[in-house]
């Protein structure tokens, strides 16, 4: 179900905030505003796809996504969303499309923030608050759930593929007979437009798409098998590797 987004020509305040209760399966049209966003799930997943890639962030992490970048806003699962459109311009904000890690303090400073009214005193108390919750993005650190994507036309329908089954098993040299390129070259061109090999990038998307079903409390067998991996063994020590804590210590997991 598409979402509808609201029509705003300017933000009322520097800091405007937005809550949101999202049915399974919701998603946005391609958008750019021109001020920064911040996208946090109190419950959930969400997922935001933009021309460089793709990012996902399980509860405790937010995307961060600057002005003027292309983008759309999915989740799979029920989801409690909590929007902030920022000015731009602050100092020590990301630049670039990110994951940020929520901790606890800016976790309360994201919905104290959100809860204010559209037409808060910038001078007073909810100024203030606001001022705090710039530093604490400013100092937030960066997590790793993110998919890079290429754009040359030989490894587009491959990605496509796999997003849609990420349990595809299919090597590179099989894929190579698919587009019409040499296993060499398609090799070549994932770590040129990706900074990652084949091998990799299927391993990190596997790992972000099975996100969704664990923190909606599927078990960690049933989501190994679903996301290709032949033993669970196996997927939570690759998930471990790529985001440093096991599928069963996810963060907000049932």
């Not at 596997?206 to 196996?234: F, I, K, M, P, W």
Request: with cysteine.
């Amino acid at each position: 179900m598409k979402r509808i987004l609201p029509a705003l020509a300017a933000l009322p305040r520097p800091v405007f905030g937005r809550n949101e209760s999202l049915a399974p399966g919701m998603w946005t049209d391609v958008h750019t505003h021109p001020w920064c966003q911040l996208s946090y799930a109190v419950r959930g997943v969400l997922a935001v796809a933009t021309p460089q890639g793709d990012y996902v962030a399980p509860p405790h992490y937010a995307v961060w996504i600057p002005p003027e970048v292309p983008h759309q806003v999915f989740n799979r699962g029920r989801t409690e969303m909590r929007s902030l459109y920022l000015e731009n311009g602050a100092p020590g904000l990301p630049t670039a499309c990110a994951v940020l890690e929520v901790a606890p303090l800016l976790r309360e400073l994201i919905l104290k923030v959100g809860a204010l009214p559209p037409d808060y005193v910038p001078d007073g108390p909810a100024g203030r608050l606001v001022a705090v919750l710039r530093d604490e993005l400013a100092a937030a650190r960066q997590a790793g759930f993110a998919l890079p994507l290429a754009k040359d036309r030989r490894l587009l329908p491959i990605q496509a593929a796999l997003q849609d089954n990420p349990a595809d098993a299919r090597t590179l040299a099989e894929w190579a007979t698919q587009v019409g390129a040499s296993e060499r070259t398609l090799a070549r061109c994932f770590v040129k437009e990706t900074g990652l090999g084949f091998g990799d990038w299927r391993r990190r998307l596997r790992l972000l798409l099975s996100l969704s079903a664990l923190e909606a409390g599927d078990s960690v067998t049933a989501v190994a098998l679903a996301a290709g991996y032949d033993s669970t063994s196996a997927f939570i020590a690759a998930f471990r590797e790529v985001f440093g804590f096991t599928p069963g210590s996810l963060p907000g997991r049932s």
